[in-house]
């Protein structure tokens, strides 16, 4: 594992040990896995390979990031207070950015904004946006029931695999009579049809 361009002052072998410190083996091969598919990814959509394998590696950087201090950034760093209503599974993409720049020193728009939307997609997505979003979806360690069929779709369209994931995702969460992130609920309406 070797980034040739970091997108930081921080070398690749910085970024990876930081990364790995920041969160268990189990997550951190997740990492590696989404960031092995989303290079695969900008293959087949004409994206920078490097930049989408740095983007997908540090994707989860903040999941396990306590959540005592997600409540102290969104207070004091100016976020939107209704976040405080929802919880790590939405924080890590929105506000993990926020951890990205401060411990990876990532700066790049792009990058950041993958991140951002990596968990509930939004109405305007980037070509990064998206192959991270899916690289997240599809890596080989993902195993749940139509993983195969996304795999698929994906690898033939990226712009059918986001509405793909976002009507799994929403199933899923009514099933589970979750609540809805509007944003993601938004997402669904735009790339369902797509
Ligand atoms: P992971 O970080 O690799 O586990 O994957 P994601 O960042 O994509 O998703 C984290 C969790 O957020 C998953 O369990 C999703 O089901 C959940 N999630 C995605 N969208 C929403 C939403 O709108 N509302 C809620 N409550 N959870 C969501
Ligand atoms: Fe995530
Ligand atoms: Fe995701
Ligand atoms: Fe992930």
């Known amino acids: 594992l070797i980034f040739k361009k970091t997108y930081s002052p921080l070398t690749s072998a910085e970024i990876i040990a930081k990364e790995k410190a920041n969160m268990d083996d189990k997550r951190f091969q997740h990492c590696v896995r989404v960031s092995e598919t989303s290079r695969k990814l900008a293959k087949l959509n004409g994206y920078d390979e490097d930049k989408a394998a ?24 100016d976020f939107d207070p209704d976040l405080l209503n929802w919880n790590r599974a939405i924080w890590h993409g929105i506000v993990g950015t926020y951890f990205v720049e401060r411990d990876l020193k990532i700066r790049d728009p792009e990058i950041l904004t ?17 192959i991270v979003f899916m690289a997240d979806f599809i890596e080989p360690g993902r195993d749940f029931p139509g993983v195969d069929e996304a795999r698929k779709i994906t690898y033939a369209n990226l712009d059918k695999g986001v509405g793909y994931q976002l ?27 797509k």
């Open 54 to 77: 740095l983007a997908g590696f540090v994707h989860d950087y903040a999941k396990q990031v306590p959540v005592e201090e997600y409540v102290k950034v969104i207070k004091e760093q």
């Open 167 to 193: 009507a799994h995702t929403l199933s899923f969460l009514i099933e589970q009579r979750n609540k809805v992130y509007p944003r993601t609920l938004k997402a669904y309406n735009v790339w369902s049809t």
């Open 114 to 130: 993958a991140i951002r939307r990596h968990t509930t997609g939004d109405v305007e997505m980037t070509t990064l946006d998206k």
